[in-house]
């Protein structure tokens, strides 16, 4: 069934690996051929409802399975009428069965073979079934041809609607990166003319890295199938459930947050206690019952909104807060975090305190620690940089394989991760990560990861008490901080300031 990626629900996403075992079981349990007419017949579909009326459309086809699955929306859309145009980078003979059977069937159906592909407009329709999951053979069969880079460049610059069959030729199905010298060589057409129409699986490359922007408007057909075999390696991450907020509520229902960070002026002469505001009103607007605010600097020329409570850090109960330590904490956060690894009922650590960890084996052991203690919870919120200290690497290794790179962390670390970027990893010791589905371009603006650290503290400071309440409050925030950015006003630009007071307690 076809059915476009509904993102306010959650999604299994099944790795490489995991889709070929699925396919697999479900060939077997099928006639010859069939999987790939059902392929065809689904792009074909979709083809025709996104350019009706388009003058040409042109297929690109590989020499392997997904090249076949062209062919044979090739062959579909000639006999509907399309003016079908099809570009195939092998030698016919040497294609595997079912697709040199999708090859026939289309010479059968008239449609045309050319290896200069057509001039395209903007009414036109491109549809991509060179490289798809097989990606690693195809590759190394095609990338000497110089037709499959030029092809490539065509899809990724031409003005035409692009329909990629499975995933966008180049991408990695697991990882949201393209592969060597497969990339593109300049910016992707805009995403709203591009579209994925995945076969069988939704797969994580398409929703992470570079994936988004590859894929474009995501499209799933199981191709008739509801074989499940393969544990998911990944899920999407829906919306969140509406938090109850009954009438008969107090601030003291809603828990407090104590955001500790915001080195002053005077230390190092570099400010910044404009990060731990940030943070604070994130957790104010996001629902928190009470924010206590622990600067460590004095908050001299600083406005203070009255909502927010300033206290010493000495005199706050750690034990019984949810605790916010990092945002633009600087040099003063690392002598400060000892006590708050130690103490602290529920942590969330960003920015510097991450740093600190990174450089201080001690701090890391007691951040560690905080796993086997009843009733501690802890989420770490690191760009790739900040990942990449923690995992003693380096960012392109982070970002290679950003899955990967969170859940090591989150293994290592014993606590609950948020990789930020394109596509956040949520990831757990024992849980099956998240990637999630929200946010663009207009949060790579300075503060917005301190909202998201204030959010995700009142996220977890009105959480029930339970093993999962810091992925779940995690998977929330990352949901809501992402599709506030969605929903931003074409016409306003988007700071960190405005961001934090559009939250709301939902």
Known sequence: MLQRIDLTLPHPLFDAAGTREIEHLTASALPPHTLMQRAGRATARLARALAPHARQVWVACGGGNNGGDGLEAAA????????????????????????????????AAGVRFADAPPVLGPHDLAIDALLGLGLAASAQRGVADPRLLHWLGLLRSCPATVLAMDMPSGLLADTGQFAPGLGPAAALSPPAARHTLALLTLKPGLFTAQGRDAA????????????????????LAGAPARAARPHASHKGSFGDVAIVGGEGLKQRGLGMTGAALLAASAALHGGAGRVLLSLLGSPAAVHVPPELMLRRLDALALESLTVVAGCGGGAAIAPVLPGVLVRAARLVLDADALNAIAA????ARLLQARASQPGRATVLTPHPLEAARLLGSDTPAVQADRLAAAQALAQRLACTVVLKGSGSIIAAPGRTPRINPTGNARLA?????????????????????????????????????????DAWPAHRSLTAGALAERLSPV
């Open 216 to 235: 474009g408007t995501v499209w799933l057909d199981s191709l008739g199938t509801l074989a499940r075999p393969a544990a998911a390696s990944a899920w």
């Open 445 to 485: 603006t300075a503060g917005t990861g301190d909202v998201l650290a204030g959010l995700l503290g009142s996220r977890l400071a009105s959480a029930p008490d339970h093993d999962a309440a810091a992925f779940d409050a995690a998977c929330a925030a990352c949901w809501q901080h992402g599709a506030a950015a």
């Open 76 to 107: 579909l859309l000639q006999d509907a009428g399309a003016p079908v145009v099809a570009s195939l980078l092998a030698d016919p003979a040497r294609l595997p069965a079912d697709a040199r059977r999708s090859w026939e069937r289309a010479r």
């Open 360 to 363: 201080d084996p001690a701090l």
